[in-house]
């Protein structure tokens, strides 16, 4: 399945006639979100399925309200076609970003159109898991209350949503994702192990179906469906806030290794016997690059302490070095060594793009992309680096919510729908 998308079935002596039509519908609804409007003949020839089975499996999609009519084409010397589309108000989609900072909840379309967002901070950079519970299990139910009747403006009438219209919740989280039996976070940068985020969600009283990801491998799916990696077969997202992680996309599926923990190259070693970083281990790349080892590199440099607001401390650190000075020359080494941490990626991946987001590493990016494209150049073997290309996101700081939220999408698709509630 690349890309999170159905491709076309291949049947085996043991398929019986649900599974085929499970496929067939998987596939069509697949091609209509990634390619649609399309016609009928358009999908056949597309998905390599027959005009008849086409005709017959979108007839059931359309009863089930999945599919809808989207206006019409003129054909060559017959009819107009009738172009289809996902039914975007089939139901709702909750992506939901936890980060060390703060939760960001939204809530989507099935067209995965953004309708609302809410942001909450967090306490501390290490906050209980009850504790983002229930910060996130009060934004979903605000979100689905909609704004407060003062706040409501011309651009959101949708009023309250019963939670039965959800198709699904995303989650992308600050750690591994293990999801043998019960799917459990492990996340020792913030002090968790083996949490049952969606259980303990349940227990809140969050009702639609949960489904958690790295947060990493929910930005690189936002990507690869929407921004800068779409389209492409190689490629490594990489996210940098508070910490860092990647996504490894290879033929177009992300890699996720044996347990689920591929990607953790904010705890590749940068330095030997360098940094000490918060997982325990000394000289990783997150604690050279991530916004926290960067504020407190800038307090041990100034004097000052760290700013508790790392996202406020590192813009203020970024607007400094536009002058000569500390600030300066920090911004100028966190560049060249989150090159050269790409660069080690570029060796060892040959990918033919390097994505980075996360709201530290568009900051950074921002600022400083042309040198660590340099630091990535010095670092990384020359025809590896002379195939790949090294962006910025496409999809801005809450892309990580955007990618969990095709999470239950994603699911909805493979599953071929499911009648309406």
């Known amino acids: 399945m690349g890309n999170g998308y159905a491709q076309a079935p291949m049947d085996s002596p043991h398929s019986t006639t649900r599974d085929i039509r499970r496929r067939n519908r998987s596939v069509l609804l697949s091609t209509l979100f990634k390619d649609g409007p399309l016609s009928r003949l358009e999908l056949s020839q597309v998905t390599k399925l027959s005009t008849a089975t086409v005709s017959t499996v979108t007839a059931d999609l359309l009863a089930d309200g999945l599919v809808v009519e989207a206006g019409q ?217 991530g916004a926290e080892g960067v504020l407190a590199r800038l307090a041990e440099i100034t004097g000052e302490p760290a700013d508790d607001d790392e996202v406020a401390g590192l813009t203020a650190m970024i607007a400094a070095a536009e002058q000569p000075g500390p600030e300066a020359e920090l911004a100028d080494a966190v560049a060249d060594e989150l090159g050269a941490a790409i660069g080690n990626l570029i060796n060892v991946l040959n990918p033919e793009r390097v994505v980075l987001g996360g709201w530290a590493g568009l900051a950074l990016g921002a600022a400083r992309l042309p040198r660590i494209r340099f630091g990535a150049r010095r670092q990384a073997l020359d025809r590896p680096y002379q195939q790949v290309s090294i962006e910025l996101s496409h999809l801005g700081p809450d892309a990580v919510a955007l990618g969990a939220a095709t999470l239950p999408l994603a699911a909805l698709l493979a599953r071929g729908g499911e009648a309406r509630r």
């Open 73 to 289: 084409v003129e054909s060559a010397g017959g009819r107009p076609r009738v172009l289809l589309r996902l039914n975007p108000e089939y139901g709702y989609l909750i992506g939901v970003d936890v980060g060390e900072t703060g939760v960001t909840v939204e809530l989507f379309d099935a067209a995965l159109t953004r309708l609302r967002a809410i942001e909450r901070p967090l306490d501390s950079v290490r906050p209980e898991p009850k504790a983002v519970v229930k910060e996130v299990a009060s934004a979903i139910a605000d979100i689905l209350a909609g704004p407060p009747p003062e706040e409501t403006g011309p651009a959101d009438e949708l009023g309250t949503i019963d939670p039965a219209r959800v198709i699904g919740i995303g989650i992308g989280v600050p750690g591994i994702v293990e999801e043998a039996g019960t799917a459990l976070v492990h996340a020792p940068t913030i002090g968790w192990h083996s949490v049952a985020l969606a259980e303990l969600l349940r227990d809140a009283g969050v009702a639609p179906p949960v489904l958690l990801g790295n947060g990493a491998r929910t930005l690189a799916q936002a990507e690869m469906w929407f921004g800068a990696a779409k389209g492409v077969r190689h490629a490594v997202v990489a996210l940098v806030g508070s910490g860092v992680g990647a996504a490894v996309v290879s033929e177009g599926t992300p890699y996720r290794g044996m347990s689920g923990s591929a990607g953790e190259w904010g705890h590749t070693t940068l330095v030997y016997g360098g940094r000490g970083c918060r997982c325990g281990a000394r000289g990783c790349v997150e604690a050279y690059v």
